[in-house]
């Protein structure tokens, strides 16, 4: 009776120790626990007290094991949302902007329609500066992706705007359904146009279009 109720305590201190997210102190009462199990075994000849034993290890060498997957499932999402809050906070203090501003922002950039009027209260959400910061920062995006259409258009000059921006996305190693959310179309849109640069360009239907452009890149 003293041995289940000494076996029974340290298996509680398992299950305690393993849901306070504890592995190390879980493995430590896990080995103390066998041991003890171990040597009830060797002094007892109860082969009901045996069978108990059996159980009892068992179950916590089956609950420490749970207890390590759950421990590192939870550090791997605790890692995910902290690398998300800093990059929420690095964009916050690339724009110098508050976390109101930045929703508006992302509320105000998710509109489909690029002609229609923009929610006023949303805008009234962004100062001045930061309204300066985000126009900044859009023309030098422009800026960059101008430049990056003439260098096309220089190497392939028999490629048409849509196919250049294709390639210049490609080129950056964006896939076929991240190059079509850029563009405003559809999947098989792009995937068609990358058939039509790979015809122009002399390029087999298996070819590496982007190892391809980066060859004529380095030219």
């Not at 509680?12 to 199990?37: F, G, K, Q």
Request: glycine content about 2%; proline content about 1%; some cysteine.
């Amino acid at each position: 009776m003293l041995t289940t109720i000494n076996i029974t305590v340290c298996y509680i201190l398992v299950l305690i120790a393993n849901i306070s997210i504890l592995p190390r102190i879980s493995l430590v009462c896990t080995c103390i626990n066998i041991i003890s199990m171990f040597l009830c075994h060797y002094i007892t000849d109860n082969s009901m007290c045996s069978q108990l034993l059996v159980i009892f290890g068992f179950t916590s060498v089956a609950t420490t094991i749970f207890g390590f997957v759950a421990n590192k499932l939870f550090r791997e999402q605790q890692m995910e949302l902290d690398d998300y809050a800093n990059t929420i906070d690095q964009v916050l203090n690339v724009f110098n902007m508050r976390k109101n501003e930045l929703l508006a922002l992302l509320k105000l950039a998710k509109a489909q329609d690029t002609t229609a009027v923009y929610d006023k209260e949303l805008m009234a959400q962004l100062d001045k500066k930061t309204l300066h910061n985000i126009i900044k920062v859009a023309n030098q995006i422009e800026h960059m992706q101008a430049c990056q259409r003439k260098d096309m258009h220089e190497r392939f000059p028999m490629l048409t705007p849509t196919e250049l921006d294709v390639c210049r996305l490609v080129e950056q190693g964006l896939a076929i359904n991240d190059i079509a959310k850029v563009l405003g179309k559809s999947a098989s849109n792009v995937s068609t146009v990358r058939g039509n640069i790979r015809k122009k360009l002399g390029l087999a239907q298996d070819a590496d279009l982007r190892r391809a452009l980066l060859d004529y890149k380095n030219v």
